[in-house]
């Protein structure tokens, strides 16, 4: 096969050559370019996993230190004073209608997860149709929120403005020992 197209290479005019051969040329560019972008992602997937796998090792080996500042900072905690989803959820509401805001309500229920005798509850709040009169009511739910720390959280706040009235969408979590 080879030899076929040597023969039928030698047999074309010089023009034709020229032809063939910048085809092949374009088409080793083509690839080479394909080539090195592929190496190139390769190179950055195995540079973010040796990164990776350095903090996990990292962490690791300072597995003893994280437990000890965990057991350490679960015993500073009132296990009576750690809420359950329920009470989340409630004393959630109760603050805000504190504060005076309305047209509040909680998306669904709080999800928890749970890892040995902790728990933490996460609840999507959200308050709609917030005007320039309820940012002093809004401030006083926000203090009220935080004076609640380390018990209850805020995880995410985000304040969204359609021109004259704001939409506050919060999830908050709190953390339960069990007894």
């Given at each position: 096969?080879i030899?076929t ?11 034709e050559k ?26 950055a ?19 003893d230190?994280?437990?000890a500042?965990?057991q ?15 009470r989340?959820v409630?004393?959630?509401?109760q603050?805000a209608?504190?504060?005076?805001l309305?047209?509040f309500q ?17 609840l ?13 009511a809004l401030?006083?739910?926000?203090l009220?929120?935080?004076a ?6 805020i995880?995410?706040f985000?304040?969204?403005s ?6 506050l ?11």
């Open positions: 096969m030899r197209l040597r023969a039928f290479f030698l047999r074309c005019l010089l023009r020229i032809l063939l051969l910048v085809f092949v040329l374009i088409a080793v560019l083509l690839w080479l370019s394909s080539f090195s972008a592929r190496a190139g992602r390769f190179w997937q195995q540079r973010a996993t040796t990164s990776s796998l350095h903090q996990q090792n990292q962490l690791l080996a300072q597995h230190a994280i437990e500042a965990a350490k900072a679960a015993a500073l905690l009132d296990p009576t004073k750690t809420r359950n989803g329920n989340l409630a004393e959630v509401q603050l209608n504190d504060a005076g309305h047209n909680s998306n669904g229920a709080p999800t928890t997860k749970t890892s040995g005798q902790v728990s933490i509850h996460t999507d709040f959200q308050i709609s149709r917030i005007t320039a009169a309820d940012w002093p401030n006083n739910f926000y009220a929120l935080s609640r720390s380390p018990y209850i959280g995880v995410k985000a304040l969204n359609n021109g004259v009235q704001h939409t969408a919060l999830t908050v979590s709190s953390v339960e020992i069990a007894h």
